[in-house]
């Protein structure tokens, strides 16, 4: 289990000038296409498409990292070299833990939308 948030607000933060209204704005973004960006992953894996699946588990690696979810990074990351090796089954056996994780910073997202502005 997760016993660290993934969601890095402080970093987040510093990196978008203290920015908040963006950081909002970049949260309700993530969670909106999240649903999105894993169907296309899980499309590219199941029907084989290995160009697909890199772009797919990239992107959702490079969302990831602008909240500065590290352990969700190094997931995908690794779901990205997977791909890149032609090892679909290898990203496939990931996306579960990937599916969670992202589950977890979703919810971390949500709770900071809920906060006050």
Same mark, same amino acid.
């Given at each position: +289990? #997760?016993?660290?948030? @993934?969601?890095?607000?402080? $970093?987040?933060?510093?990196?978008?000038? #203290?920015?908040?209204?963006?950081? &909002?704005? +970049?949260? #309700?973004?993530?969670?909106?296409?999240?649903?999105? +960006?894993?169907?296309? @992953? &899980? /499309?590219?894996?199941?029907?084989?498409?290995?160009? $697909?699946?890199?772009?797919?588990?990239?992107?959702?690696?490079? %969302?990831?990292?602008?909240?500065?979810? $590290?352990?969700?990074?190094?997931?995908?990351?690794?779901?990205? &070299?997977?791909? &890149?090796?032609?090892?679909?089954?290898?990203? %496939?056996?990931?996306?579960?833990?990937?599916?969670? @994780?992202?589950?977890?910073?979703? /919810?971390? @997202?949500? $709770?900071?939308?809920?906060?006050?502005?």
């Amino acid at each position: +289990m #997760q016993d660290e948030p @993934l969601f890095d607000r402080r $970093a987040t933060l510093d990196n978008l000038g #203290q920015d908040l209204a963006l950081m &909002r704005l +970049m949260a #309700q973004t993530f969670i909106d296409d999240i649903p999105r +960006m894993f169907a296309e @992953l &899980r /499309a590219a894996l199941s029907c084989g498409d290995g160009p $697909a699946a890199v772009r797919a588990s990239h992107s959702l690696k490079g %969302s990831a990292a602008n909240f500065g979810a $590290a352990p969700l990074v190094g997931w995908v990351g690794g779901m990205e &070299r997977d791909c &890149r090796a032609g090892d679909l089954a290898g990203a %496939s056996a990931r996306t579960d833990e990937a599916a969670r @994780l992202t589950a977890v910073l979703v /919810a971390e @997202l949500w $709770a900071e939308l809920s906060g006050p502005a």
